[in-house]
């Protein structure tokens, strides 16, 4: 009687202990997207309002603002991968699991092709949402020189945004509405304006 004593409590505390743990990883990654984001909205702004390009002084300036940002968030986030694996939206929340994808998305190909797989088997596993899943194949694909499957990867030609290279070209609409996603004529659209 004594060991099941023992033993439930002992399990008591180790649920709780992850759950702290977790609250505490949402909380760091809540942060993570904080930063992610800071830096990504002032260059945005600068493309799409004030039409600058690349190469524009004003660009360059937050450029390795937000490349030392990103890779700070980089080492912590790979830590917390490789201890927790790809935590879920049940887990750590919503906002805490797109922090997950947004950091390993703009991180290189190499640190994709490593999280991948953990990224795809949480969507299949109901706990990532399958736009991050569409978005990150994707990403993969167009990196190994590869036809995407969903059309989220842009490339501009003539001066106009064109998705690279799609599987099923006629199928694509009904792929990013089965995941989530707006219809691609209308983000080209957008992306055109």
């Given amino acids: 009687m004594m060991r099941k004593l023992y033993l439930f409590v002992t399990l008591l505390f180790s649920i709780s202990s992850f759950a702290q743990d977790y609250k505490a990883i949402q909380q760091k990654l809540e942060t993570m997207y904080e930063t992610d984001q800071r830096y990504r909205i002032i260059l945005d702004s600068l493309f799409t309002k004030a039409k600058l390009e ?100 842009f490339k501009k030609e003539n001066g106009r945004f064109v998705t690279f290279p799609l599987q099923d070209e006629k199928g694509v609409e009904q792929r990013r509405q089965r995941v989530g996603l707006e219809p691609l004529a209308k983000q080209l659209k957008e992306l055109n304006g």
């Fill in 54 to 153: 690349w190469s524009d002084p004003q660009i360059q300036k937050w450029v390795p603002i937000a490349q030392q940002q990103d890779s700070i968030n980089l080492a912590e986030t790979r830590t917390l991968l490789d201890q927790y694996g790809w935590l879920g939206v049940d887990q750590i929340g919503k906002k805490a699991n797109e922090s997950l994808f947004l950091i390993i998305q703009h991180a290189d190909s190499s640190v994709i092709h490593k999280y991948f797989p953990l990224l795809a088997q949480s969507y299949e596993l109901g706990q990532t949402p399958a736009k991050y899943y569409a978005l990150m194949l994707d990403r993969l694909l167009t990196d190994l020189g590869q036809k995407q499957v969903f059309g989220t990867q």
